[in-house]
């Protein structure tokens, strides 16, 4: 499906999403005392930062979803004409990657906190780990895109189409 851009729904997402991510990278300490206080003694300390980043990441997930069933059903815009075929793959790549840990994360979490496994936790932390580096990766090429190549990539996830 070709599109010209992106819905002012899904930039919407997009941006919920990220205040949603940064919310978890900043305040994960709470819930990964407890998660470590947890798997020792068997017991869960409830606390505000624990039903937050709980509460959060199921926020998380569910836009999540949606924004790959808007991306299904509405489309995306085609890569910019100036792009390499490898910097077309990459970034294909990349939203793979964002998209799956979008729904991986939460759902490691989830696994990690109601069966209290070890496992599970240390997969969500690789994952975090893993989606820390591509939101590095993803923001650094927006900022190139915008001011180094000046193809108007930020622009795209600013001004809606509709």
């Known amino acids: 499906m070709s599109v010209t851009g992106y819905s002012r729904m899904q930039i919407r997402l997009h941006w919920a999403v990220v205040v949603l991510v940064a919310l978890q990278f900043l305040f994960s300490g709470g819930i990964a005392s407890a998660f470590g206080d ?51 793959m990459v970034a294909r790549v990349m939203y793979g990657l964002f998209y799956l840990l979008m729904v991986l994360l939460p759902v490691s979490g989830m696994v990690a906190w109601s069966q209290g496994s070890e496992i599970a936790g240390n997969v969500h932390s690789v994952l975090r780990a893993v989606m820390l580096l591509l939101i590095v990766l993803h923001i650094a090429a927006a900022l190139a895109g915008q001011y180094i190549k000046k193809d108007g990539t930020m622009t795209r996830m600013m001004k809606p189409v509709d």
């Open 38 to 88: 947890f798997l020792e003694t068997g017991e869960k300390a409830f606390s505000i930062f624990v039903a937050g980043h709980v509460v959060v990441g199921l926020a998380i997930l569910i836009l999540a979803v949606w924004r790959i069933v808007l991306r299904m059903l509405h489309g995306v815009p085609a890569p910019d004409a100036s792009h390499s075929p490898a910097q077309i």
